[in-house]
T-cell receptor, first 113, second 114 residues
Framework: SQQGEEDPQALSIQEGENATMNCSYK?????LQWYRQNSGRGLVHLIL?????REKHSGRLRVTLDTSKKSSSLLITASRAADTASYFC?????????????FGAGTQVVVTP | SQTIHQWPATLVQPVGSPLSLECTVE??????LYWYRQAAGRGLQLLFY??????ISSEVPQNLSASRPQDRQFILSSKKLLLSDSGFYLC?????????????FGSGTRLTVV
């Protein structure tokens, strides 16, 4: 079963707008990670936020984590056509000893020029 | 720098035929290795993971098996493919099971069983 669930499933925006997507999970985590997948390609790691962190930035990416609500959000500011991709959240549960990640179903983002 | 290679990129196989997908990592030692499968428009399902040579754990019972004959080599196999084995197979590695590291993924293998 999937630990993380992204919302929305799909998002269509214009270049220059911000894109926000959310991830909810079910059990306690060590960290939460976001990945990007271009069509037909492997996933690329974007950012990792630990369970004791509340916010993290990387370039145009901003990730928040609310462990009390078991949720995270990914904000992409000033989006570009190249940001068109699927975005996945992945969680590493506290009960895991092997570095396994549980992935959600993803949010498909389309940025129109 | 570390790199991960996965091949082949695409594969069309008849039902009942065998399968062998290979994944190798360069530039690191004793990586954790993972095989995931992604159905069309879906998330990733963890199939197998390995924390060392010969140490393989399976997440779901299925028609597939995995082996790690060398430290940086991870192989996904099947003796007889089923239609339901079709999908996008991704290999990934991470530095350590206990640290907060992300995964590095290979470019994937698109398997179509006909």
């Amino acid at each position: 079963s999937q630990q993380g669930e992204e919302d929305p499933q799909a998002l269509s925006i214009q270049e220059g707008e911000n894109a926000t997507m959310n991830c909810s999970y079910k059990t306690s985590i060590n960290n939460l990670q976001w990945y990007r997948q271009n069509s037909g390609r492997g996933l690329v790691h974007l950012i990792l936020i630990r369970s004791n962190e509340r916010e993290k930035h990387s370039g145009r990416l901003r990730v928040t984590l609310d462990t009390s609500k078991k949720s995270s959000s990914l904000l992409i500011t000033a989006s570009r056509a190249a940001d068109t991709a699927s975005y996945f959240c992945a969680t590493r549960m506290t009960t895991d000893s092997w570095g396994k990640l549980q992935f959600g179903a993803g949010t498909q983002v389309v940025v129109t020029p | 720098s570390q790199t991960i290679h996965q091949w082949p990129a695409t594969l069309v196989q008849p039902v009942g035929s065998p399968l062998s997908l290979e994944c190798t990592v360069e530039g690191t030692s004793n990586p954790n290795l993972y095989w995931y499968r992604q159905a069309a428009g879906r998330g990733l399902q963890l199939l197998f993971y390995s924390v060392g040579i010969g140490q393989i754990s399976s997440e779901v019972p299925q028609n597939l098996s995995a082996s790690r004959p060398q430290d940086r080599q991870f192989i996904l196999s099947s003796k007889k493919l089923l239609l339901s084995d079709s999908g996008f197979y991704l290999c990934a590695w991470s530095v350590s099971a206990s640290a907060n590291y992300g995964y590095t993924f290979g470019s994937g293998t698109r398997l179509t069983v006909v």
